[in-house]
T-cell receptor, first 111, second 111 residues
């Protein structure tokens, strides 16, 4: 069966520090991968998606970047965090455009 | 950009009552999906309805889709306290891999 992992679960970082969030998927090949951010009590904002290794589509211009170094690994990064980067980050995968399967999320607080 | 909007934003009902929430979207879709999110967790897929379908059932869930009105509704019958969560609709469009999520409905079921 398929499994999606995200880590860390929670993270507190100072403004200006770097960020690296990792997401890995097990049990499927060549998934579409997604990064979302969710502000408290709000909907999901699509940040990046990838349909293959090295292919990244950016939806929102900001100081975040994403990379897909392996088929089932998706990384969200920042060189310098801003206060506005705080939020709940969710990774998800799908095959074609049907059901999306979400990871448990990372709660990021930037102080 | 977010294109889905859901109403109501919040709903509070007694256990055993039915809960109805609505989703509107702006463009032609390939399919529409409903997800549930418990507080602080990732989203869980509930049901998918394709653009050529009008109604779908899964257990206590009933989803309808009206493409002429660009709207969908999710009905949860005989609600339970465990149904307390936020519910989101998401749409996909042919030719893209993106999912556009609505703003969500926060459902509270009182025991």
């Amino acid at each position: 069966s398929q499994t999606i992992h995200q880590w860390p679960a929670t993270l507190v970082q100072p403004v200006g520090s770097p960020l690296s969030l990792e997401c890995t998927v097990e049990g499927t090949s060549n998934p579409n991968l997604y990064w979302y951010r969710q502000a408290a009590g709000r909907g999901l904002q699509l940040l990046f998606y990838s349909v293959g290794i090295g292919q990244i589509s950016s939806e929102v211009p900001q100081n975040l970047s994403a990379s897909r170094p392996q088929d089932r690994q998706f990384i969200l990064s920042s060189k310098k965090l801003l206060l506005s980067d705080s939020g709940f980050y969710l990774c998800a995968w799908s095959v074609v455009s049907d059901t999306q399967y979400f990871g448990p999320g990372t709660r990021l607080t930037v102080l | 950009s977010q294109q889905g909007e859901e109403d109501p934003q919040a709903l509070s009902i007694q256990e055993g009552e039915n809960a109805t929430m609505n989703c509107s979207y702006k463009t032609s879709i390939n399919n529409l999906q409903w997800y549930r999110q418990n507080s602080g967790r990732g989203l869980v897929h509930l049901i998918l309805i394709r653009s050529n379908e009008r109604e779908k059932h899964s257990g206590r869930l009933r989803v309808t889709l009206d493409t002429s009105k660009k709207s969908s509704s999710l009905l949860i019958t005989a609600s339970r306290a465990a149904d307390t969560a936020s519910y989101f609709c998401a749409t996909t469009t042919s030719g893209t891999y993106k999912y556009i999520f609505g703003t969500g409905t926060r459902l509270k079921v009182l025991a």
